[in-house]
T-cell receptor, first 112, second 114 residues
Framework: KQEVTQIPAALSVPEGENLVLNCSFT??????LQWFRQDPGKGLTSLLLIQSSQREQTSGRLNASLDKSSGRSTLYIAASQPGDSATYLCAVSWDGSEKLVFGKGTKLTVNP | DTGVSQNPRHKITKRGQNVTFRCDPISEHNRLYWYRQTLGQGPEFLTY????????KSRLLSDRFSAERPKGSFSTLEIQRTEQGDSAMYLC????????????FGPGTRLTVL
């Protein structure tokens, strides 16, 4: 069964700290992996997409890496800010399917 | 580019009633997806259209659920004879198939079944 797991479920850090969010997935035959941000009661905002042939993607203070062989991805957030507080979701699509399979997310709180 | 839009944003209905939601994708996106999200969970895939063709459906999509995309532009999701377990956020996404098929999501429709 193709599954996505995110640990921890919640994380609280002081402002300015660098942090890493983890995502693991079963079955290495992925097509792509997306990281999203979701604010309470809102839709999803796409942060980064990594295609299966790529190892990492960067956008501003965010860096996402992909290791297919170990079934893992990380989202690195540099110099965290209170505005980064949200739930971060990892989602994977596998070869042969267009659908995204999501983890349950990591709820991040950045304290001023 | 105005993004994916969904209407209504909130819907409260009584058990047994039918409801219909609408999704307008980003213009020129030929792919459209429906997902459902309950509290504390990640979104779960419901169905996918490429142009007007419905190409993939989840087993979550029971006989009470039907989705259409008649002209390959906007899509509707109808739930018949709603049940309390249908209460959730219904999310729509679209993609162009390019750039690794990045999916862009709308704000969602929150359904509450009383």
């Amino acid at each position: 069964k193709q599954e996505v797991t995110q640990i921890p479920a919640a994380l609280s850090v002081p402002e300015g700290e660098n942090l890493v969010l983890n995502c693991s997935f079963t079955d290495s035959a992925i097509y792509n992996l997306q990281w999203f941000r979701q604010d309470p009661g809102k839709g999803l905002t796409s942060l980064l997409l990594i295609q299966s042939s790529q190892r990492e993607q960067t956008s501003g203070r965010l860096n996402a890496s992909l290791d297919k062989s170990s079934g893992r991805s990380t989202l690195y957030i540099a110099a965290s800010q209170p505005g980064d507080s949200a739930t971060y979701l990892c989602a994977v699509s596998w070869d042969g399917s267009e659908k995204l399979v999501f983890g349950k997310g990591t709820k991040l709180t950045v304290n001023p | 580019d105005t993004g994916v839009s969904q209407n209504p944003r909130h819907k409260i209905t009584k058990r047994g009633q039918n409801v219909t939601f609408r999704c307008d994708p980003i213009s020129e996106h030929n792919r459209l997806y429906w997902y459902r999200q309950t509290l504390g969970q990640g979104p779960e895939f419901l169905t996918y259209f490429q142009n007007e063709a419905q190409l993939e459906k989840s087993r979550l999509l029971s006989d009470r659920f039907s989705a259409e995309r008649p002209k390959g532009s906007f899509s509707t999701l109808e739930i018949q004879r709603t049940e309390q377990g249908d209460s959730a956020m219904y999310l729509c996404a679209s993609s162009s198939g390019d750039r690794g098929n990045e999916q862009f999501f709308g704000p969602g429709t929150r359904l509450t079944v009383l």
